[in-house]
């Protein structure tokens, strides 16, 4: 049972050490990773990411004197094929002093050196592409692979273990940043990117660099603004809001949704390794004590106390070694298991490798280890602190077991107090995060967004998509279909949603609302079972022929029209470079549109006819009934058969949504887990010592009893040992709680991390199974015959 107990404690803290080493400690492979930086802008009004152009960078490049490297850089997927094998590849962009910036090396080939020669245009395959793509073939450089439908020569392959930037997978190849422009089908016409990634000089830091950058950066983009942009657009990019953060651990989406859960778990794992160990501690110094008799014997005869003592300490290290060693095939399983879990919608697992490290398990076997000596340090101190004159006697256990027994037990039901305040914390948020979603009556719809054939760079004309919606509402099973542009992977954003400003056209009504935009199709509403209030839908007549026209959302009309009357009505689109003006047609009710923790946003609906570029790769939503295998097969067979997109992988509803809530449930069954152990860990702890309190107690107990005292007042005495526990240990744990509880409040949702009903059900909890964990001593102690009792000694 011991074994066991510090064998799933070892096991938690180990899964968790493996899940945190790998999404949050993890940093760049490159010579010195903590000097590597990043520069990027955003929209202040729409939170939209903006574009660095090539002109300022080339400016910032030649004055600045921060960074000794400097380079552009942008991400996307791109959809590659070769040797018969087709994929979806994570592709960087960058310019060419990328790889010295990050200290890389060809495997075999060479990388480019120059953005603007010829040389340029060729990619370079990572190891694991290659290994995918051509097997152990080396000699690929100078082969081909399609990227996007164009034919793109290899020019080299990374070293292996070359991930670039991006953690979340790795990336797949590299291409200098213009190919990877005309890739991404980017008709802006100048050389731009997302980001600029440098290297610190060396004497300077991350907040050199960033003074340095907000001191030149607004004249050089005066002086490099592109004549290409509209006067409007112009000003959208001196208004952006410029800042440069550290990227020693590279770009990671799983870090910035997971990474805080995983500390948490970390120090909820930590805790139940300590209550464990406690445990083990009033165990092993019980039973050291129990055996003083035969101790005192062996020093009688010769021995030596610190043999006896050593004896004590070499039984805590193997009895936790042991422990560990159980716990590794659970790790194995659990990490492996977990990969699959964050790999979920992907045809490749986001983490590569989530076994344990080497490094993880080297520490786990040296914590083992010090937890055994640590544990056994005072059962060997109290076990052999004995003498000659107690070999025939043990009426002093009770008293010097008593003191240590109680603080340990005190230390475990403290700490399980704070564990399961965490924990009903956590999963009250879930309760309410899942109610977000709950309003949406989409428990019987599957989506997925469309994935443009590789090669077709052709306009979509507006007939494409009414025949689209129509193959597929004709799909066995499908009561109707819609489009929508991003609906809903809103759900899933780390960071505030994009909006956009608009006004009421009329000067007396002078209300402005920030809200999100979506562009869907006509049945968009019916299909996801969005009530409208007000008006009609769209209809395949409002396009770009038609007068502009939106439906919007409840706190919209209710923000823009205070007399209630939207109808007919006319908006003005404040943010857009150039001012559009729309009709309300429509009025629909709130509902969770924005993130999953910013639900019910602010939203206007527009037509896909009038602004077909914004669904190129629409999301396309199908409301079934019957077989979802057959609706499936259906659904990528009408999608295939209009042979301009084609299906990856296929979602309900309620898949996307547990998988948004991932981190959320994640924490929320791991917390219950470790909740449950540590319970069950202080219940076992309670029992063990009381047990063996009254073990020892046996003559004392005979002896009340022979003078009189009843089996209720033995009883009660017992139980009132467990009570004391139980209400020291809860008010100081409550005192942990309080204090802990405030660095949650950046994971709640719904609950504040001072709960009252949480904190009551936490100490309830604890004090009930507590008492009830007394009971079975109590009542042995009750049944103790004086006589019996009496004759023991």
Known sequence: MFVITISLAFGATITIATLTHAIVLRTVSAPDPSRLISISTVDTQTNRPGYIYGDTYAAYRDEQRSLSKIAMYSVS????????IALDGLAEGVTADYFELLGAKPLTGRFFSDESGAEAAGVVLSDRLRRRLFGDELAVVGQTVRVEGKDIPVVGISAPGFDGLQFDGGVDLVVPLSLFQNLSRDASGTLRSRNIIGLIAEGASVSDARAELLARWPG??????????????QATLRSQ??????????????????????????????????IACANLVGLLLARALAQRHQVAVRLAVGASRVRAAGQILVESVVLTFAGLLLCLPLVWWTTRELSDVFAFGRTTPLIQNLNPSSSVLMASAALS????????????????????????????????????????????????????????????????????YASVQARNVVFTRLSREPGDRGPFPAAYWQTLVDELSGVNGVQSAALSSNFPTYFQLPFPVSTDRYASSKVEAAGEVSALTEYVSPGFFDTLGILRIQGRDFTWADDNNAPPVILISQSVAKTLFVDGSSIGRHVRLQSDATPKVFEIVGVVTDTAFGRIREPHQPTVFRPILQEPSRIVTPIAHVRF???????????????????????????????????????????????????????????????????????????????RAALGATRGSILQMVVRQGVGIAITGCAVGLIGALSVAGLLRSQLYGVGPYD??????????????????????????????????????
């Open 220 to 233: 050089l983009l005066l002086a490099t603004l592109p004549p290409s942009l509209s006067l409007a657009d």
């Open 77 to 84: 997927y791109f959809r590659i094929e070769a040797s018969g």
């Open 625 to 703: 009934t019957g077989d979802l295998k057959v609706v499936a097969d259906g659904y990528s067979r009408a999608i295939e058969s209009q042979g301009r997109h084609f299906v990856r992988v296929l979602f309900t509803f309620d898949e996307f949504a547990n998988s948004v809530l991932l981190k959320e449930r994640m924490t929320a069954k791991v917390s219950t887990f470790i909740g449950v152990l540590i319970v069950a860990l202080a219940c076992i702890g309670v029992y063990s010592m009381l047990a063996f309190a009254i073990a020892s107690r046996t003559r004392e107990i005979g002896l």
């Open 369 to 436: 280890i010090l937890l055994g000596l640590a544990i056994g340090i005072v059962p060997a101190w109290r076990g052999s602190a004995t003498t000659a004159a107690m070999m025939g006697s043990n009426r002093t256990l009770a008293r010097s077991l008593g003191k240590s027994g109680r603080i340990l037990l005190v230390v475990q039901v403290a700490l399980s107090m704070i564990v399961l305040v965490g924990t009903g914390l956590f999963r009250n948020t879930l309760a309410e995060l899942q109610a977000n």
């Open 756 to 793: 009252p009903w949480t904190i009551l059900f936490a100490a309830t909890t604890l004090a009930a199974t507590i008492i009830v964990a007394s009971l079975v001593p109590a009542f042995r102690a009750a049944r103790v015959d004086p006589i019996e009792a009496l004759r023991q000694e």
């Open 241 to 274: 809001k410029i800042d440069v953060e550290p990227i020693s651990g590279g770009f990671s989406t799983l870090r910035l949704r997971y990474g805080r859960s995983l500390i948490i778990l970390a120090g909820l794992s930590v805790a139940l390794l300590l």
